[in-house]
């Protein structure tokens, strides 16, 4: 008769794969909007305001460039910085919504000054391998989108947060940068900073003043600066947010990061460009070889569409999105305890509630009993805790229906 190995027999010889894994792997963090996100997936009556995307699919002009260009056996390797045709369209559209590349500049953005990606994941770890690695530091104004976090972590480097102040003492509250506080975490160890703005999850935006102070930072300390500003064009006061294009010169370290996603509603089909200086081209397509090998071709076609022929579906996004903002906050500020700025940039909601510390509970307790997903401050880093983040980029019916479920549960009990 076969004797059988003891549990505690067969355990020890199965091997512990986690403790053999890299410290870097290991150290990327679980998303904490993913967390709400599987325990809310597929509920009936849902309305899921917690992650970065709307309910839109892309505009009809990047459906029918994707199909021609498969239809016509574009499925081959392609060009590792990107089709010419994708990257002379970046330029002309960074031209027309930017004007050039440097302080003064009246343009143009030349081509080689891009490089396309999957997506601004890609782009963003791209920029990262760049200018960090293990030992180094980054410094990141929180709270903020937590890949940032985990893309360093992955690289080995170490984030380092300073804080974004909620600053209530004026006639409204604001988000605001405090310089010192970032200047004063720089060590011989960092490297970079990454800055977000139009940001997410809080709506900051910078100033010129404010990029002009970080780039006098960075300039002192020779730091890197990584640009995220993919919700540039997503500004509520009229035409798009300052931009370190408006106060850098040719000699600044600034990378940039941007996507498709968000203007024109393509998430999943992952496209985004990295903007470096022309020098870095061979550097950057070697990692461009060596992590994607470029990105399909149907997909690059696709962009052409979304910057030449995209501007009406921007445009129905930002006004809907306008709206929506304005429809949230009034339903948010009649509870009297709800607590934010009404954001001028992205399309998120930023929002702590009175007697509230821990907004992951909280998050649960809305999917469960208000029917809304939002995502927890929790996921966002130091400084994100007390708060809420709402993604209002929804249909309006939708997102008046959302407002009106949060405002009578937050309604204070008697």
Same mark, same amino acid.
């Given at each position: 008769m076969t004797t059988l190995p003891s549990d505690a027999a067969a355990a020890a010889r199965i091997p512990n794969h986690l403790a053999a894994l890299r410290p870097e792997a290991l150290a990327v963090p679980e998303s904490g909007i993913v967390e709400l996100f599987n325990h809310g997936r597929g509920r009936q009556g849902l309305i899921p305001l917690w992650v970065g995307e709307g309910d839109l699919g892309p505009p009809a002009c990047v459906v029918e460039a994707a199909r021609k260009s498969l239809a016509d056996g574009e499925t081959f390797y392609t060009h590792q910085r990107g089709i010419p045709e994708l990257r002379a369209a970046i330029a002309q559209y960074m031209t027309l919504h930017y004007g050039g590349p440097f302080a003064g500049s009246a343009g143009p953005f030349e081509p080689e000054r891009f490089f396309a990606t999957i997506g601004g994941m890609h782009a963003l770890q791209l920029a990262v391998r760049l $200018?960090?690695?293990?030992?180094?530091? +980054?410094?990141?104004?929180?709270? &903020?989108?937590?890949?940032?976090?985990?893309?360093?972590?992955?690289?080995?480097?170490?984030? +380092? $947060? $300073?804080?974004?102040?909620?600053?209530?003492?004026?006639?409204?509250?604001?988000?605001r940068l405090d310089p010192d506080a970032l200047a004063a975490a720089i060590t011989p160890a960092t490297r970079a900073m990454i800055i977000n703005s139009p940001a997410n999850p809080t709506g900051w935006i910078a100033s010129h003043d404010d990029l002009r102070a970080l780039l006098d930072i960075a300039r002192r300390n020779g730091l890197w600066i990584i640009a995220d500003e993919i919700y540039g064009r997503f500004f509520y006061e009229?035409?798009? &947010?300052?931009?370190?294009?408006?106060?850098?010169?040719?000699?600044?370290?600034?990378?940039?990061?941007?996507?498709?996603?968000?203007?024109?509603?393509?998430?999943?089909?992952r496209m985004g460009w990295l903007e470096a200086p022309p020098a870095l081209g061979q550097v950057i397509e070697n990692l461009i070889q060596v992590s994607s090998t470029g990105v399909a071709t149907p997909i690059q076609r696709a962009g052409v569409a979304a910057l030449t022929e995209g501007e009406t579906f921007f445009a129905l996004q930002?006004?809907?999105?306008?709206?929506?903002?304005?429809?949230? &906050?009034?339903?948010?500020?009649?509870?009297?305890?709800?607590?934010?700025? +009404?954001?001028?940039?992205?399309?998120?909601?930023? %929002? &702590? +509630?009175?007697?509230?510390?821990?907004?992951?509970?909280?998050?649960?307790?809305?999917?469960?009993?208000?029917?809304?997903?939002?995502?927890?401050?929790?996921?966002?880093?130091?400084?994100?805790?007390?708060?809420?983040?709402? %993604?209002?980029?929804?249909?309006?019916?939708?997102?008046?229906?959302?407002?009106?479920?949060?405002?009578r549960w937050l309604k204070p009990r008697a």
């Open positions: $200018t960090c690695g293990v030992g180094d530091d +980054v410094i990141i104004p929180s709270p &903020a989108w937590p890949n940032f976090d985990g893309v360093l972590r992955a690289a080995g480097a170490r984030p +380092v $947060t $300073t804080p974004l102040v909620f600053d209530e003492s004026g006639a409204s509250p604001r988000w009229g035409g798009r &947010a300052p931009s370190f294009h408006d106060v850098m010169d040719e000699s600044d370290l600034v990378l940039f990061v941007q996507t498709f996603s968000k203007n024109w509603a393509m998430t999943g089909l930002t006004q809907r999105a306008r709206a929506n903002r304005d429809v949230l &906050a009034a339903a948010l500020a009649a509870t009297g305890r709800a607590h934010f700025e +009404v954001p001028r940039g992205a399309f998120y909601l930023f %929002c &702590a +509630v009175d007697g509230v510390a821990d907004t992951r509970a909280l998050a649960y307790r809305l999917l469960d009993e208000a029917g809304v997903g939002v995502a927890p401050g929790t996921a966002f880093g130091p400084g994100g805790e007390r708060f809420m983040r709402l %993604c209002f980029a929804r249909d309006s019916g939708e997102l008046a229906e959302a407002g009106a479920r949060l405002a």
